[in-house]
């Protein structure tokens, strides 16, 4: 499904008060120690310092960007937990939403400009105490179709249709 919405330019609608991610953040962990702790995190990072614009059907850079927001990480609900039980299921990220307010920031809730870049990042750490994870080593996954544009109300009529096809709350807008 990223793929999809990656060949078409994707974008992420965001609110004052905070919208899921759609398509959903969802990885399949391998190589894991079974036996071992880790704990899984999720950040949404910068792309560049511009802003956009969408004009003639495709995003073009119209200027520098406001500065960038030093984000928190999203601590995956799960952990800490084992790699084996990691392993054994997708894991999903479908609680993290995306908000242009500062008075809304808070957990799974990220703050992002809209007209802006963004690539998630998933973030894995050996450890089985969270309050640890500062000091362990930290290996970090981002996957190049799934970096988006933020937007306040969809720009593309490709992504539009997109996402009324193939989100199942979207009904309401089929046919």
Known sequence: ???SFSAA????IITKTGRRMFPGYRVKMTGMDPNAQYCVLMDISSVDENRYKFQHGEWVI?????PHIPQKFYLHP????TGQQWMKDIVSFHKVKLTNSCRNC?????????????QPRVHIVRTDDVNTLH??????????????TTV????????????????????????
């Open 1 to 3: 499904l990223w793929d």
């Open 152 to 175: 306040t109300a969809y720009q593309n009529g490709e992504i539009a249709r997109l996402k009324i096809s193939n989100n199942p709350y979207a009904r309401g807008f089929r046919e």
């Open 106 to 118: 808070g957990d799974g809730k990220f703050l992002v400009h809209s007209m802006h870049r963004y």
């Open 78 to 81: 799960n952990s800490p937990c």
């Open 135 to 148: 000091l362990q080593p930290m290996s970090t996954f981002a996957f190049p179709q799934t970096f988006f």
């Open 62 to 66: 119209a200027g520098r960007g406001e």
């Open 9 to 12: 330019q994707t974008e992420m």
